[in-house]
């Protein structure tokens, strides 16, 4: 079946620009991730979503980010105000029931300039 | 706050021999351990998970295991080929509450013809 699906593959923008990054999870799972990597360092938890409500959102690095999961499958991470420190990998996983494996996306490379 | 720590950061071995991979965290109050392998420019791929009150996990040339009291886990690879070359990252989510992985930096695994 399919995997966890992230769109774009890549994005560029420019500093202070909005972006919206897109994760499809593994059809029927209800846990579903984001997380951040950066060059040479093992992805750093951002938010956490059971079912449509964020259970812990407490990695995310401030106000400009946001994230929504609005009917419980697709979910949007986004950014306000970009900075280039925002410029990163930003992994999507999903897993089926809680403290089962997690799956991961492709990621979605954004750079900030 | 859990912390993981992955050892050595990089590895280079000839094809065909064992290997072994290092990982340890602070905190030993763990719900489950996973290994990961990731390819460069790539995502994630879920290799193994051990539950808390499991000590190992075998799949195919792979075996991990898990020593909770002491927050050590390893991953064995036996007679290693080319095609696992390859960045392995070692999470844990911690027992009280939230699902997210905690990463080690992981280990870069090269193995030479």
């Known amino acids: 079946g399919a995997g966890v699906s992230q769109t774009p593959s890549n994005k560029v923008t420019e500093k202070g620009k909005y972006v919206e990054l897109r994760c499809d999870p593994i059809s029927g799972h209800t846990a579903l991730y984001w997380y951040r990597q950066s060059l040479g360092q093992g992805p750093e938890f951002l938010i956490y979503?059971?079912?449509?409500?964020?259970?812990?959102d407490s990695g995310l690095p401030n106000d400009r980010f946001f994230a929504v999961r609005p009917e419980g499958s697709v979910s949007t991470l986004k950014i306000q105000r970009t900075e280039r420190g925002d410029s990163a990998v930003y992994l999507c996983?999903?897993?089926?029931?809680?403290?089962?494996?997690?799956?991961f996306g492709p990621g979605t490379r954004l750079l900030v300039l | 706050k859990q912390e993981v720590t992955q050892i050595p950061a990089a590895l280079s071995v000839p094809e065909g021999e064992n290997l072994v991979l290092n990982c340890s965290f602070t905190?030993?109050?763990?719900?489950?351990l996973q290994w990961f392998r990731q390819d460069p420019g790539k995502g994630l791929t879920s290799l193994l998970l051990i539950q808390s009150s499991q000590r190992e996990q075998t799949s195919g040339r792979l075996n991990a295991s898990l020593d909770k009291s002491s927050g050590r886990s390893t991953l064995y690879i036996a007679a290693s080929q080319p095609g696992d070359s390859a960045t392995y990252l070692c999470a844990v989510i911690t027992q009280g509450g939230s699902e997210k992985l905690v990463f080690g930096k992981g280990t870069k695994l090269t193995v030479n013809p």
């Open positions: 905190d030993s109050a763990i719900y489950n």
């Open positions: 979503f059971q079912g449509t409500g964020a259970a812990d």
């Open positions: 996983a999903s897993s089926l029931n809680t403290g089962g494996t997690q799956y």
